[in-house]
């Protein structure tokens, strides 16, 4: 039986961090096909990661938390018409692997600059920015026993780990036929290795799903050599940057996604086919768990 019943805790705690300068990144957006100016600003302590639409205002801000959570399909989404960001997991994850946890992300559109499709540049412009500690502290959750999200065709878990780490796996399976062959990657998350080994690893489609895009109106401006297209004999016009590039970038997704958290987690991430929906549904449960182990706490005090 679980000591006092509950599925997570609260193990320790670190200082948390912000940029010391501010940084920008610019580039075209995947979905827009627009030009899109990014700037990281400091933020006070306890701020958490908030991205701001100053081509709307300075009060058009949404915070990157999982209830603020709108979108799924594709990529994730924040906030609602008409503050609302999407494709916010490469930022997300670039901010949570380097371990910054405040930061204003200004914008002049409905998402970041997409870029090659990894978090790579928004991970130099950080590192460069540097970063300064402050006086308030971050909490470490882990579980005590895992928890998992399934739908029928992926399935995400986090279970426990000894080690006080995070640690992602990914299995990615396409199926038989697809030109992407299966592949599996595991990395524990700090900031060294998920600038050099997560980071650079880029967003990927089959040529069939390129098509399908285009076809949306989505990706108007990206060339197949900006992102890793999949046709029947590799990338097209493109190489791999390590042999299970896919499958790390799907990590790479994770860290974002379970940066919505809005805390360090510790424990051993298992997933098979996720994508958003699965990352973020995942994020979700955790979170209510850590609600519920909070509240008892409280009373219990």
Not at 34 to 62: E, S
Not at 150 to 178: C, F, M, Q, W
């Amino acid at each position: 039986m679980l000591k006092d019943g509950l599925i997570v805790k609260r193990i320790d705690h670190r200082w948390q961090q912000t940029i010391a300068a501010p940084a920008n990144v610019q580039g075209i957006g995947y979905v827009t096909g627009k030009i899109v100016h990014l700037r990281f600003r400091p933020a006070p302590a306890d701020t958490g990661i908030v991205f701001v639409r100053v081509d709307i205002g300075p009060r058009a801000h949404v915070r990157a938390h999982v209830d603020n959570v709108t979108g799924t399909a594709r990529r994730t989404t924040l906030g609602t018409q008409p503050v609302q960001v999407g494709l916010v997991e490469h930022v997300l994850a670039a901010l949570s692997g380097l371990r910054i946890d405040n930061c204003y992300v200004e914008l002049d559109a409905p998402e970041p600059p997409g870029l090659d499709g990894s978090a790579n540049a928004f991970v130099k412009a950080l590192k460069n920015a540097g970063t300064v500690l402050q006086d308030q502290c971050r909490p470490i959750w882990t579980v005590e026993q895992p928890i998992f999200y399934a739908t029928p065709e992926a399935t995400i878990a986090v279970h426990p780990l000894e080690i006080p780490e995070l640690r992602v796996s990914y299995l990615l399976d396409y199926g038989k036929n697809s030109p992407i062959s299966w592949q599996v990657c595991t990395q524990a998350i700090e900031p060294s290795a998920f600038a050099t080994q997560i980071a650079p690893c880029r967003t990927f489609v089959t040529e069939a799903e390129a098509i399908a895009l285009r076809e949306q109106g989505l990706g108007s401006r990206t060339k197949v050599s900006d992102l890793l297209v999949f046709g029947r004999h590799g990338p097209i016009d493109n190489k791999t940057r390590f042999g299970n590039e896919p499958a790390r970038h799907k990590i790479l997704d994770i860290v974002g996604d379970l940066s919505l958290l809005g805390c360090d987690l510790r424990g051993h991430v298992v997933a098979y086919r996720s994508g958003h929906e699965q990352n973020v549904e995942l994020a979700r449960l955790i979170s209510q768990h850590m609600q519920s182990a909070a509240t008892r706490q409280r009373c219990a005090a």
